[in-house]
């Protein structure tokens, strides 16, 4: 599990932060879509104070049982050298391919697809080594501050960053899967949720209500954001057979979700009337905006 602060610096309180999700890449499967790939990569470099974050699944390499199967082989411990060092390069690829949008990676987090060394670490964590990331381990729990420069934050969301494997809603239907994630997050307190495993591609937002913390006792509507993130992945292959063939499970849905994280300043009269009549004491008193945030999906 991975606690982690990170702090995003704006140039104005109304400026709008983006986060890309992205998991099931899936680089080394026939059925990778590298245009989609380049096209997300493309988008989170061009948008400003956009953000992405790895769920997972990077490379087909390997699955759960298939890892479980290798550390059975008991006779000698030089036999996976050269195995280790094939992956070794695998991970210095696709950090490479991450290398331009570094300085807008939060961090990796681990699927159920990856490679094992035989020192015990992952190429997920290879990755986030040459990347210089944070490593995001299985789940990660995330506070996003947001800031003007040399200013305290002014927005602080939670968020819970997982891959999704073993939370259940496995895609039958999309009602379903949405339930599954709303059901999940009544065990967990954070402003965003984001999954993926199941290659499912959406993004749903619902309001929650709540009153102020300090001061005169006033309603506050939040706005609580679900993910799915999507994949990089065809299910289905012309020429050969793939996994989601065998099991004849529905298409993947190719691609990411975009959240945007909108501030702006509602009109508070019983501030406004109170700032005119402290503005005209000796003292000043800055209280602040009434600043509020809200998000915008696209898939």
């Given at each position: ?17 983006t986060l890309f999700p992205f998991s099931c890449v899936h680089k080394d499967n026939d059925g ?65 391919e991450l290398a331009p949008i570094k300085g807008q990676l939060i961090g990796l987090a681990l ?102 913390d300090r001061g005169k006792a006033k309603l506050v509507e939040k706005q609580i954001a679900y ?73």
């Amino acid at each position: 599990m991975k606690l982690l602060d990170y702090h995003v610096i704006v140039p104005s309180k109304s400026t709008t932060v983006t986060l890309f999700p992205f998991s099931c890449v899936h680089k080394d499967n026939d059925g990778h879509s590298a245009s989609a790939w380049r096209e997300f990569l493309a988008e989170v470099k061009a948008t400003p104070h956009g953000y992405a974050i790895g769920l997972g699944d990077y490379y087909d390499w390997l699955r759960t049982h298939a890892r479980e199967y290798l550390r059975l082989y008991p006779h000698d411990g030089d036999s996976f050298n050269s195995l280790d060092r094939y992956r070794m390069e695998q991970a210095e690829k696709f950090a490479e391919e991450l290398a331009p949008i570094k300085g807008q990676l939060i961090g990796l987090a681990l699927g159920n697809h990856h490679h094992q060394f035989q020192d015990g670490t992952n190429d997920t964590q290879a990755m986030c080594r040459l990347l210089k990331v944070p490593y995001l381990e299985k789940a990660s729990f995330i506070r996003l501050y947001i800031s003007e420069k040399n200013r305290s934050a002014h927005a602080m969301l939670k968020m819970l960053v997982h891959h999704g494997d073993g939370v259940g809603g496995g895609g039958s239907t999309a009602g379903g899967d949405v339930n599954t994630l709303h059901k999940k997050s009544s065990d967990f307190q954070f402003d965003i949720l984001m999954l993926a495993h199941n290659h499912r591609k959406w993004g749903d937002k619902q309001p929650l209500l709540t009153v102020t913390d300090r001061g005169k006792a006033k309603l506050v509507e939040k706005q609580i954001a679900y993910i799915r993130a999507g994949c990089f992945m065809r299910g289905y292959v012309e020429g050969c057979i793939t996994y989601a063939e065998r099991k004849l499970m529905k298409p993947t849905d190719i691609g990411h979700v975009r959240l945007d994280i909108v501030f702006r300043t509602t009109y508070d009269a019983e501030k406004h009337q109170a700032n005119k009549i402290l503005s005209a004491s000796p003292k000043q008193h800055n209280h602040g905006d009434n600043l509020r945030w809200s998000f915008k999906v696209t898939y």
